[in-house]
């Protein structure tokens, strides 16, 4: 039978690394895409989700089970993600150069129309848009937006991974959108004159 | 955010359209009651939901089949405290179980090919299904199988690009390889099979070169060893001659 998280976690802190794994090919992939959304970097990510189960494992005995394991894990890769942040001291950020070529192959892209949605999503200057978007955002922000928006979780689960109120997590997920749309009406602004 | 126990009689601001799209709306403010009888906040609506929904077009790079034991492997090399308790076939992951049962499959081919070339000899075919012919080539096709696989590597390793982000995934598939490589070799040449242990020999080094290549780093040198080795050349008429058995055993019994 497949064992649940907490009997994983209860086997895992019993010294039963079978156990452990359980948990990690349960979550690896989820949180390898969670980290990507936070630090916006595919090697970064490889590294937060290697040290997020490796806290994790070493701090089984602090976990309470008040919040689902997911999320604990969550708040462990949100915490790393941001010293891994603040030591490089690296927000991608697009020259003003790169700025221009995407504005350009944007407006090549849709060269015969207002770009929609879907034919914008064809476009990979388009990813690149989206995770500068992303990196607009302040880390609490792009946290909760990422666990709102990509993975349906409710506001109380992320308030546990945050540790702050659901008041404060909303207002992180509000500020998260309006950014984001002001960075996609500024898109929409360089299409319109290259176009 | 928003009024209290009421219908906004207003328009909806843009945090309680937001809100509405998250359902995470304040208690008591019906959104969508307002919604359905003003044209104007249903319009913003649609615009927020297109937006989010180019949102969610974000991809996120895609992880390799095998990722979960790459990364177990990783994690119990930082911490050995989360090792030693596995099953061995648990261990050895779904992938490397599959290869190591081909491995073993094809000792027994091994054998039987050796027996043929050494005696000279065929065993006449009574039939189809549990003969040893049948089983020759049944067997015959697992180490061809595991010549093609490896064939099918070297040419992917041959034609990387040296910043190519695919040699994590060339180190696993290397990984994979080994041991039933390794199992291979040592029968053949037990059963004096010299030829075919020195080819598999050499794969060998150049499997054992990958697996064990540092993180995301092509091992130097890698792709002129493999050409000048000529080995995938070798794989290929190791296959052709494997492949050859069944046709050449027909004929001696013809002639």
């Known amino acids: 039978m497949e064992l649940s998280d907490a009997q994983a976690v209860e086997q895992a802190r019993n010294g039963n690394g ?28 490889e590294d937060v989700v290697q040290e997020s189960f490796l806290r994790a494992f070493r701090s089984l005995e602090s976990y309470d ?15 790393y993600s941001l010293d891994l942040l603040r030591v ?12 221009e070529g995407e504005a350009r192959a944007l407006a090549e892209t849709v060269a015969d129309g207002r770009p929609t949605p879907e034919r914008l999503a064809s476009s990979a200057r388009l990813q690149q848009r989206l995770r500068e978007a992303l990196a607009g955002l302040t880390e609490q922000e792009r946290t909760a937006f990422t666990m709102r928006h990509y993975e349906d979780l409710p506001i109380a689960e992320i308030c546990k991974v945050l540790e702050t109120s659901e008041n404060a997590v909303k207002h992180a997920i509000f500020r998260a959108v309006r950014k984001v749309r002001k960075a996609m009406v500024e898109w929409e602004g360089e299409w319109a004159w290259k176009a | ?34 919604l359905a009888g003003c044209e104007e906040c249903r319009a913003a609506m649609e615009s927020l939901k297109r937006e989010l929904a180019l949102m969610s077009q974000m991809e996120t790079p ?25 099953p061995w076939w648990s261990r050895w992951g779904a992938a490397r179980v599959w290869v190591l049962a081909g491995a073993m499959a094809a000792l027994v081919a091994v054998s ?48 990387s ?10 180190r696993v598939r290397a990984e994979a390889l080994v041991d039933a490589n390794r199992l291979y070799r040592l029968t053949a040449a037990r059963h004096g099979q010299l030829a075919l242990a020195a080819v598999l020999e050499d794969l060998e080094r150049v499997l054992i070169e990958l697996a064990h290549a540092p993180e995301g780093a092509q091992p130097a040198g890698i792709q002129d060893r493999i050409t000048d080795q000529e ?3 070798k794989l290929r008429i190791l296959q052709l001659r494997l492949r050859e058995q069944p046709r050449a055993a027909r004929a001696d019994r013809k002639g």
């Open chain 1, 18 to 45: 079978d156990a452990f794994r359980v948990l990690v090919d349960r979550y690896g992939r989820y949180l390898f895409r969670v980290a990507y959304r936070l630090t916006g970097n595919e090697q970064d990510a």
């Open chain 1, 65 to 79: 089970g008040r919040a689902a394991f997911s999320s604990w894990l969550f708040r462990i890769a949100h915490n």
């Open chain 1, 88 to 99: 490089r001291n690296a927000r991608p950020t697009a020259s003003l150069t790169d700025q």
């Open chain 2, 1 to 34: 955010m928003g009024m209290e126990g009421v219908t906004p009689n207003r328009h909806l601001l843009e945090e309680e359209l937001i809100a509405h799209y998250y359902g995470c709306e304040e208690p008591g403010v019906d959104a969508g009651a307002h």
């Open chain 2, 62 to 86: 895609r992880r390799e089949a095998g990722y979960e034991d790459r990364l177990w492997s990783r994690l119990t090399a930082a911490e050995p405290a989360l090792a030693g308790r596995r």
């Open chain 2, 112 to 159: 039987f090919l050796a027996g043929r070339y050494s005696q000279g000899v065929t065993a006449p075919v009574a039939g189809v299904g549990n003969s040893p012919e049948a089983q020759k080539v049944v067997l015959a096709a697992a180490l061809e199988g595991h010549l093609a696989t490896s064939e099918r590597m070297l040419l992917d390793v041959v034609n």
């Open chain 2, 161 to 170: 690009g040296v910043d190519d982000a695919g040699w994590d995934s060339q």
């Open chain 2, 231 to 233: 080995l995938v050349f």
